[in-house]
């Protein structure tokens, strides 16, 4: 089980007190009619799935509920990084 | 370890897990069921615009408590104030109060093993979890607020349908 | 005979024998003693039948190791309680206690004499890969044939066949420093880290501390010593019987702590064995090394053994393996162990070494002791099927030979250290020519070997050998390897004949290292012989992953607590207890458990629905609906977050008002649905399905959080806060008038898809005035404390006006009856509101919503999408089975056209026939059409109907 460095909690929380939340820095389109059926199809559906350095949100659902943003290493499981939601691609 | 120590069979089914007012360990902590209060979740973007709302200072940083007021994350509160207090419901303003008196209920964890009592189900470090401290995590599958009034008793917040199993989870402990 | 007591020594208690039984058949043994020790003592050296070739086997070590010895244990109280047998457990880790029933396995009719032993005369059919190369052809004849003739005859134990009958438990724990291994080298680095008030935590699998110390009599009161010191802190925690399975990220540990197996099943009280999930600031690995055995023609016999595993015997336990005992070394520590043996009273005849030249003081000492010595020579053969009766050694495997008549062989192979949990964490290994073997290298977490299992222990010097010299070409002999799954030196030869160059597919094609006990004694073997055979370093060959668990554990310990009544949390409502009583059949609806229909006086589940739905047709009946999600959306920015979520509008809904939403997800398909109500203008309460409510409050906060952080609204959830009860049927307005106060229910004051706060029954309600049934309904929220007293009172005053409690399989019946889809039984993830033929909730004008874009895509406005239809069966009494396929030609050959399938599919009192919805491929276009849904044996009419609505269509019965 994983330790997770919470942002907002600031300590790091046991795994089990989260959710992962699927790759990060993927913002809805502010306008999405204004997309091209191939554009929202890639923002839908298209992930980068990368080898290593991957940038991801999770949850502290059960604990202060915010979601964040971590950077992981898909290789070794190990996180680099977590930081809030909103704040700029590290 | 484990000599002196007996387990009565549960021959029920998880259907029949009931709630009870009382019950004694065999490690000597006890666990209590407190009677129903009133209690609020409170929503604001900041501490101070919540205190300006319901009229009272409520703490700043996550995991801190204040008059029994805890700060469960960067917008949200639990309000379990004295009996007769009464928070205002901040109609028209940017915050969000609501009664969840009925939601949940408080199981208390009480004994010099009580930490221990809760670390069977609860992956936090709770032998260093300071005293005045309250946080949302889970024991085992189920959400809780564990909230740490003295060193020796943990007040366990829990919603009302899981309080049952709950309840004998933590009589099914067995301290080594 | 071979194996006997040694008159004095070892740490049993002579004081205190222990009767038990192998196999049926009484022995003794003492306290203290393992079952493997005192089953040797007693002469028994047979202890099981080979997996594939079902040889007989012996022990071959006395540790966590062993292979062979693999026993069932039964504990039951009373008779043979098979739902308390073990299957698998090695001897060597048994502790004996009085009363213990212990069974060998993998034999039949018995031990000595086995059928299956044919096996090991046809063993030539039999090579690597057999299982992949012979039973290939005919197919047909695999599952009818093959299989089950493999599967009886493959295995090893057999599964308890009744259920568990006991307790496990389950603990987190915190430290700062955790040891495992509790030999020396673990005791001092426990000791040390607790100088300065650590928390630290000390696991060892066996019955006491020590480790490989406890077969040297000299460190015994070391030990004993430092392991009081330890006792004596109180921030160690010492685990015995404790075995660290798995090494995981961050340095958590998992560790199954043994609590009663080591106890006569009537001593023990409380939970068999617990399951310790540790977090530790470092971990110290001190779990020891492992000797490797020698291959030769003839080393499975039982009575050749791991000369570690006679010195264990001899010293701990006090047990000879044999009356004249024979040593095959190609390390120093078998010359050690000679003499251990010999000072313990053994009878060691000869000590054989491939080696021309070994340390002079290692052979002066043993030739003092009168042990012949026979330097540069290898046993080649070994006489005996049930146990050693003599040995064949030549000068270098090939050149002159000579007999011995001995009645045990110890081999002495070198050492493995242990490297397997260092290797689940990641840890990295290099190769050490000096020990043969691979020792921890670079960590991956905080984390240090220590001891024999770092390397950093002296166990003298050695060869590392694929298999020893002999005089008959490899695939002529029969030089085990692996010994619990029979691979054999020609295997992994064979495999690399066959063409393969990795060990990672020589372990799978002969599954050298698979078995139970994880290659702990083969994987440095095999390795070296696939070396010889490849031409290849060693090095170059690669390792195999290790992976958790180090040794087999219980299904139970890694339960916990998740057993019986607590497997899982059972939610009930408030209300529950009084359906309970009145006799409710129940269903499960995700965690929840919810009444499915109130029998009365013998009624089934038929007859039962059918008096509860013309109830609340023709009178009025109640039903909880307390599960029903809840959130309450407040901050002056409600009705706009929710008018993004939802497909419909929800600005201009008026305090007071409800409004059914319909809630999609990104990709526009349908997720949830709910009646929500404007309490003020600030503040909405919001209804999600049963099963959804977790699902959409995380979902919306995803929204809230991520996309739209800038509206000042915020979401609780309330699903516990409010006891729901649904008063539904024409006399509804009747049964809850008295009860209510502050609320003017007339038809005018208070229409349908409204809400009203007020209080019933002197407590606080949020009264709705919505209808899941299409007839005159409310949904009376309560504080769920004062649920239990509002039903019973709407209950008795519902009396005088034939009320009628009513439960979910009820509900459904009437929701469909008006075409009322059910989120997840109707939809499937795959339907959009149109397909759904819920196109009315989608606001046309809206720019956005969660889900708009999406609808937009070309497929999801082609032709040919399912969609929801109703069916109506040509026999009115033939009611289709949910989830039956449905297609346009029945004459069609298979596989068939399938056009879709029925969702939802119910008897209808009300309108005196079946009735049903399907999603069928264009089913509106196939209006008034017939379609089949093919069963076995027969083929089933019905009739698409465009509209899901079979009873009042007009909703006049709403509004009233």
């Not at chain 3, 002529?476 to 619990?484: E, G, L, M, P, S």
Request: glycine fraction near 10%; charged fraction near 20%; charge should be neutral.
């Amino acid at each position: 089980m994983l330790l997770i460095r919470c942002p907002y909690c600031e300590e790091d929380r046991p795994e089990v007190e989260f959710v992962y939340g699927g790759e990060a820095h993927i913002a809805r389109p502010l306008d999405p009619a204004a997309l091209s059926d191939q554009d929202w199809e890639h923002y839908l559906y298209i992930r980068r799935n990368p080898r290593g350095r991957h940038h991801e949100r999770w949850r502290h659902t059960h604990g202060c509920g915010r979601f964040f943003n971590a950077v992981r290493d898909t290789v070794s499981d190990r996180f680099e990084q977590t930081y809030k939601a909103g704040e700029a691609r590290r | 370890m484990s000599d002196a120590i007996a387990i009565p069979p549960l021959a029920v089914a998880g259907t029949d897990l009931a709630l009870e007012s009382n019950a004694v360990l065999p490690g000597g902590v006890t666990l209590t069921l407190e009677p129903p209060a009133s209690r609020w979740s409170l929503r604001a973007r900041t501490a101070e615009a919540l205190g300006a709302v319901i009229g009272r200072a409520v703490p700043t940083r996550i995991g801190e408590t204040l008059d029994g007021i805890a700060c469960l994350g960067p917008d949200e509160w639990l309000a379990d104030p004295p009996a007769g207090t009464v928070v205002p419901d901040g109609a028209g303003q940017p915050v969000s109060v609501v009664d969840v008196s009925a939601r949940g209920v408080v199981i208390r964890v009480e004994g010099a093993s009580a930490a221990r009592v809760l670390c069977s189900g609860c992956p936090l470090d709770l032998e260093r979890f300071a005293v005045g401290r309250a946080t949302r995590t889970v024991f085992e599958t189920v959400e809780v607020i564990v909230w740490r009034e003295q060193a020796d008793m943990f007040r366990v917040f829990v919603w009302r349908s899981f309080a049952p199993w709950l309840w004998h989870a933590l009589k099914a402990v067995q301290l080594g | 005979m071979s194996g006997y007591r040694l008159p004095a020594g070892g740490r049993i208690n002579r004081a205190a024998p222990l009767d038990f039984t192998f196999d049926g058949r009484a022995h003794r043994g003492f306290a203290g003693d393992s079952l493997a020790s005192a089953l040797v003592a007693s002469g028994q050296m047979l202890f099981g039948r080979s997996f594939k070739y079902h040889r007989p086997r012996g022990i071959l070590g006395m540790g966590t190791e062993e292979p062979n010895a693999l026993v069932t244990v039964d504990r039951g109280e009373t008779g043979p309680g098979w739902g308390r047998a073990t299957p698998n457990l090695r001897a060597p880790s048994v502790a004996l206690y009085q009363g213990l029933d212990a069974q060998s396995q993998n034999r039949f009719p018995s031990l000595k004499f086995d059928l299956g032993a044919v096996n090991d005369r046809l063993g030539a059919l039999f090579p690597a890969g057999f299982y992949n190369k012979t039973f290939m052809w005919p197919r047909s004849a695999w599952e009818k044939l093959y299989e089950p003739a493999i599967r009886r005859m493959a295995g090893l134990g057999a599964s308890p066949a009744t259920r568990d009958p006991d307790h496990y438990d389950a603990t987190y724990a915190h430290c700062e420093v955790l040891v495992v291994g509790g030999g020396l080298a673990g005791i001092d680095a426990a000791l040390a880290a607790a100088q300065g008030g650590s928390r630290v935590i000390l696991i060892d699998e066996q019955e006491e501390l020590g480790g490989g110390a406890l077969s040297d009599q000299a460190l015994w009161g070391e030990v004993a010593d430092k392991a009081m010191a330890l006792r004596r802190l109180d921030n160690v925690t010492v685990l015995t019987r404790t075995t660290a399975f798995g090494y995981y990220h961050q340095n958590f540990v998992g560790a199954v702590e043994q609590l009663t197996d080591h106890l006569a099943p009537g001593e023990a009280k409380g939970a068999r064995e617990r399951l310790w999930r540790i977090r530790a600031g470092e971990v110290v690995l001190a779990q020891g090394a492992i000797e490797r055995p020698l291959v030769f023609d003839g080393n499975d016999v039982p009575g050749v053994m791991l000369s570690s595993a006679g010195r264990t015997l001899a010293v701990r336990y006090g047990v000879a393996v044999g009356r004249a005992v024979a040593v095959m070394a190609v390390h120093d520590s078998g010359w050690r162990d000679a003499l251990a043996l010999k000072a313990a009273g053994v009878n060691v005849v000869a000590l054989i070494d491939l080696r021309a030249q070994v340390a002079a003081d290692l052979v002066s000492a043993v030739r003092a002791a009168g042990i012949a010595v026979h330097l540069g020579h290898a046993v080649t053969g070994v006489s005996g099927r049930h146990g050693v009766s003599g040995i064949t050694f030549a000068a270098d495997g090939t050149g002159h030979s000579q007999q011995l008549a001995v009645d045990a062989l110890l081999m002495a192979g070198g050492w493995t250290p242990t490297v397997h949990l260092w290797s689940h964490a990641k840890g990295s290994l290099r190769w050490d020519a000096g020990w043969g073997a691979y020792l921890p290298d670079v960590p991956q977490e905080n984390c240090r070997a220590v001891g024999a299992g770092a390397g950093a222990w002296d166990l003298g010097s050695g060869l590392a050998l694929g298999t020893l010299p002999g005089p008959k070409p490899i695939w002529q002999t029969k030089a085990f390897v692996d010994f619990q799954n029979d691979v054999k030196a020609r295997d992994i030869d064979l495999a690399v004949r066959e063409g393969m160059r990795s060990i990672e597919h020589i372990k799978r094609y002969t599954t050298n290292g698979m078995a139970t006990d994880q290659g702990k004694t083969s994987n440095l073997n095999g390795l070296q012989i696939a070396s010889g055979s490849l031409g290849r370093a060693v090095t170059d060959i690669g390792l195999t992953t290790f992976r958790p668990p180090y040794t087999p554990q219980t299904f139970g310990a890694l339960m916990g607590h998740h057993k019986d009544a607590l497997f899982q949390p059972i939610r009930k409502t408030v209300i529950d207890g009084w359906a309970d009583a009145r006799g409710a059949v129940f269903e499960n609806v995700a965690q929840w458990r919810r009444a499915r229909y109130f029998p009365q006086g013998g009624e089934d589940m038929h007859a039962a629905v059918a008096r509860e739905c013309l109830a609340v047709r023709q009178n009025v009946g109640m039903f909880d609906a307390s599960t029903l999600g809840k959130i309450e959306v407040v901050g002056p920015d409600a009705a706009e977050f929710l008018n993004r979520m939802y497909t419909n509008p929800w600005k201009a809904l008026a305090p007071g008002r409800c409004r059914y939403g319909l809630l999609l997800r990104e990709d526009g398909f349908i997720t949830d649905d709910g009646v929500s109500a404007r309490l003020a203008p600030d503040r909405f309460h919001l209804t999600t399905t049963t099963g959804g409510a977790a699902r959409v409050l995380a979902m919306m906060e995803d929204y809230l959080q991520t996309e739209w952080s800038d509206l000042d609204v915020w979401l609780t959830s309330t699903t516990e806060q409010w006891a729901v009860i649904a008063v539904q049927g024409p006399l509804a307005r009747e049964v809850i008038a008295p009860l209510v106060e502050g609320i003017d229910l007339s038809r005018e004051a208070f229409p349908h898809m409204a809400i009203r706060e007020g209080r019933i029954c002197g407590v606080p309600t949020r009264l709705f005035r919505v209808s899941f049934t299409g007839e005159l309904g409310y949904e009376v929220n309560v504080p769920a404390e004062h649920g239990r007293m509002v039903w019973e009172a709407i209950h008795a005053a519902g009396q005088a006006h034939g009320i009628t409690p009513y439960g979910t399989e009820t509900m459904h019946v009437l929701r469909a009856e008006k075409g009322y889809v059910i989120v997840g039984q109707d939809t499937d993830g795959t339907l959009t509101p149109d397909d759904a033929g819920m196109a009315w909730a989608v606001g046309a004008k809206k720019p956005d919503f969660v889900g708009k874009r999406s609808l937009a895509r070309p497929d999801m406005t082609a032709p040919g999408r399912k969609q929801l239809v109703g069916l109506l069966t040509e026999d009115p009494n033939e009611v289709l089975e949910e989830g039956a396929q449905i297609v346009a030609d029945p004459a069609q050959p298979v596989p068939m056209t399938m056009l879709g399938h029925v969702t939802s599919s119910y008897h209808s009192a009300t309108l005196g026939r079946s009735i049903a919805m399907a999603v069928i491929a264009d089913g509106r276009a196939r209006d008034g059409q017939v379609i089949h849904v093919p069963m076995p044996g027969r083929t089933i009419r019905a009739r698409v109907t465009a509209s899901t609505v079979f009873y009042d269509a007009q909703g006049s019965r709403l509004d009233v």
